[in-house]
T-cell receptor, first 111, second 115 residues
Framework: GEDVEQSLFLSVREGDSSVINCTYT??????LYWYKQEPGAGLQLLTY?????DMKQDQRLTVLLNKKDKHLSLRIADTQTGDSAIYFC???????????FGAGTRLTVKP | GAVVSQHPSWVICKSGTSVKIECRSL??????MFWYRQFPKQSLMLMAT?????????EQGVEKDKFLINHASLTLSTLTVTSAHPEDSSFYIC???????????FGPGTRLTVL
């Protein structure tokens, strides 16, 4: 099957930038997403990018997409303790029929 | 923005009983809703796709007789875990298709614990 992979853990100091990486295998991926999950809560959509884009910026968040290498990253500038959570990368095909998730990256922000 | 609610947010039940989880789209109509299951420290796994007025489509390996899905209206889908066992204990999350083609809205999740 098609896979989405992420590193499981990332630890940064408050004020630093965080970069969470994701790789996927489905060449027909059309939409790529980043979700945030805080403890005990459901997923919150942070941002998404269409496969015909290579960058999207939204306040402190920057998404970079390298379609050739099937690599997606999420950069959080000026990381705060409130950013501590699990971040999931996900992708769907054109029909949005099946959203495939990575295992999630646990971001820990130290004061 | 679009809001999806789930009820209950957590439930504890005895082994062998059935549990119903509701997923509602509060301010939009959702022709399609999705049910996910999340095991501890793992990602979401799609269980089934629920379409209003028709039978749900289950993912491979998901027992349709155990996880009954009913999408009776454009704002409500229910998941019933029948004859629950401890291995069914998990975090169940639903999402609703906004109809805009690229976005799903997630409910807050229901934590099921089977004793």
């Amino acid at each position: 099957g098609e896979d989405v992979e992420q590193s499981l853990f990332l630890s940064v100091r408050e004020g630093d930038s965080s970069v969470i990486n994701c790789t996927y295998t489905d060449s027909s991926s059309t939409y790529l997403y980043w979700y945030k999950q805080e403890p005990g809560a459901g997923l919150q959509l942070l941002t998404y990018i269409f496969s015909n884009m290579d960058m999207k910026q939204d306040q402190r968040l920057t998404v970079l997409l390298n379609k050739k290498d099937k690599h997606l990253s999420l950069r959080i500038a000026d990381t705060q303790t409130g950013d501590s959570a699990i971040y999931f990368c996900a992708e769907t095909d054109y029909n949005n029929n099946d959203m495939r998730f990575g295992a999630g990256t646990r971001l820990t922000v130290k004061p | 923005g679009a809001v999806v609610s789930q009820h209950p947010s957590w439930v504890i039940c005895k082994s062998g009983t059935s549990v119903k989880i509701e997923c509602r789209s509060l301010d939009f109509q959702a022709t399609t809703m999705f049910w996910y299951r999340q095991f501890p420290k793992q990602s979401l796994m799609l269980m089934a796709t629920s379409n209003e007025g028709s039978k749900a489509t289950y993912e491979q390996g998901v027992e349709k007789d155990k996880f009954l899905i009913n999408h009776a209206s454009l704002t409500l889908s229910t998941l019933t875990v029948t004859s629950a066992h401890p291995e069914d204990s998990s975090f169940y999350i639903c999402s609703a298709d906004s109809g805009r083609g690229y976005e799903q809205f997630f409910g807050p999740g229901t934590r099921l614990t089977v004793l």
